[in-house]
């Protein structure tokens, strides 16, 4: 990767003892009246907070955490700093404020070893307008900067993209390394390239969609997006979710495809219900008929799938088959992972649903990397640039 990573930070002369080094994480955990209910993305930012801390940094971490309209309590990441002192096994002060006066105090009170952590970045808005002021405000709280948060490089935010130019020393952290090396073996594959993408919209995932088409040696489609494609070759949806106005969109992706000599797949068979419901009664069908809805891949076509994952090299997947938030429709996802996690070719799964089946049914160790990234992933893959690596780049 061109840029500078942690590795140079602490093996510089002096390293980062008694220097101040502002950490920008994603911590923008799930969080319901005060608590955390899952804190995978804590846990991800361990390992780069662990190496400063144990180098005797002075560690200022900020993060974003939902998308607030202003000061938003219910949004605060006093919380996350509660959690993250549980994780460390130390104490972790929290400051309610981003910058300013309070800020700098807070930072001047920690010794070498210490952490504190900022208040939730998008409180102030010109977080996201990538605010040169902002910026500045922030580099000032600190020498050097590590930007170990992938899920928002694709963000050309004050925190992520325009505090760079005012720091000493910038690099990227274990993790943000991490998930780019994995991510470039997609785009650069063994091949065959194997991609599963699944969701509701072709809307939501046209780029990707159109860019992988070409690329990927065998694109296995699913979710609801898979019914407007079907939609758009004639075949009878019923009452499916369906983007019909998507109809051309999902012609030119199956074209592409078929110009580049690549398989597109979808599915051969469904699991429908009449109506969106757990308690719906649920059945397999090659077609599907008036009246129902598909709301999952069926077993012909995860058998088809899991085919294709044992004879892949490379393997990337984003999105689930069906409805996975409900049992009656979630098997089409899970034989997915299953097979993923079976196949021998170097797997890269992002995406919440993928992810929670990876982790409901233990398979995280049988899995490449496991992407945190989410819509930053997705845009790596198309080659697009990110506005928070571009920085690090820049600043070589």
């Known amino acids: 990767m061109p840029v500078t990573t942690l590795d140079y930070l602490l093996a510089a002369p002096g390293g980062v003892r008694g220097r101040r080094v502002f950490v920008r994480a994603d911590l923008n955990v799930p969080l319901k009246k005060g608590a955390i209910g899952d804190d995978t993305r804590i846990r991800a930012s361990l390992g780069t907070l662990r190496r400063l801390l144990a180098g005797g940094a002075r560690v200022v971490l900020t993060s974003h955490l939902g998308r ?5 309590p219910e949004l605060s990441l006093a919380p996350v700093a509660a959690r993250l002192a549980e994780l460390l096994g130390r104490a972790v002060a929290f400051c309610p404020a981003t910058i300013g006066a309070d800020a700098a105090a807070a930072v001047g009170k920690l010794g070498d070893g210490e952490v504190v952590v900022l208040e939730n970045l998008r409180f102030d808005p010109r977080e996201e307008k990538n605010d040169a002021g902002f910026a500045r405000a922030l580099a000032d709280l600190a020498d ?6 992938f899920g928002t490089a694709h ?3 004050a925190s992520t993209a325009g505090i760079v130019p005012f720091v000493k020393r ?7 390394r991490d998930e780019v090396k994995h991510l470039q073996v997609v785009r650069e594959p ?13 809307s939501d995932k046209l780029a990707v969609l159109e860019a992988l088409a070409p690329h990927a040696d065998v694109l296995a489609i699913g979710g609801a997006m898979a019914y407007t494609f079907l939609r758009a070759l004639g075949q009878p949806t019923g009452t499916s979710l369906v983007e019909a106005d998507r109809a051309l969109d999902a012609r030119r992706v199956l074209a592409a495809a078929e110009k580049a000599g690549r398989k597109l797949l979808l599915p051969v068979d469904h699991v429908v219900a009449e109506k969106l419901d757990a308690a719906s009664p649920a059945r397999v069908v090659d077609t599907i008929p008036e009246g129902w809805m598909g709301l999952d891949i069926g077993p012909r076509s995860a058998a088809l799938y899991a085919a294709e994952a044992a004879r892949a090299r490379t393997i990337f997947w984003n999105g689930p088959m069906g409805v996975f938030e409900m049992d ?5 996802t899970e034989a997915v992972a299953k097979a993923v996690a079976a196949s021998s070719a170097h797997s890269v799964v992002g995406g919440g649903d993928s992810l929670a089946a990876i982790n409901k049914l233990a398979l995280g160790d049988r899995i490449g990397h496991l992407s945190t990234g989410g819509g930053a992933s997705l845009e790596f893959v198309q080659g697009l640039v990110l506005p928070g690596v571009a920085a690090l780049e820049g600043k070589r």
């Open 155 to 157: 963000r050309a935010h």
């Open 328 to 332: 009656a429709f979630a098997k089409g």
């Open 144 to 149: 050097d900067y590590v930007n170990d948060a």
């Open 190 to 202: 063994a091949r065959p390239l194997l991609c599963f993408l699944g969701g509701a919209k072709v």
């Open 68 to 72: 607030p309209k202003g000061v938003t």
């Open 170 to 176: 910038a690099a990227a952290g274990d993790l943000l």
